[in-house]
C-alpha cells in the first residue's frame, strides 16, 4: 500500500499531465522555484498543507478534492484548466 504522500505525488502527476504544465508552470502558480516542485515530485521533500491550498488554488480544486486519487482530482479539475491535447478524455492513472 502506498503512502498518502507518494498518492499526492501522482495525483500531482496527473494535473500536470491533464492541464500540459511542467513542473516550473507550477512552481509559478505555488510561488516556489522548480526545485522545490521537483524534489516534492521525487519524496525527497514533502508537500506541505500550504502547499496543499496553493495547489488548490492554482488548479480550481478543493482541497479534499485533491487527496481522494489521482483520478478523482482530474476528473474535478475545471474544463479551462485542461489541455486542448485530451480531447475531453481522461487517462487512469493507477498507483
Partial sequence: MSSTAAY???TVTALMYAT??????V?????????QVSRKQSGSAFWSLDDLDRLSA???IPVPDLVCGA???VRRLPAARR???L???QTTITP
Fill in 71 to 73: 483520478d478523482h482530482a
Fill in 58 to 60: 492554482h488548479y480550481g
Fill in 83 to 85: 489541455a486542448a491535447q
Fill in 87 to 89: 480531447g475531453g478524455t
Fill in 20 to 25: 500540459g504544465e511542467r513542473q516550473a508552470d
Fill in 8 to 10: 499526492l505525488r501522482l
Fill in 27 to 35: 512552481a509559478a502558480g505555488l510561488g516556489i522555484t522548480q526545485g
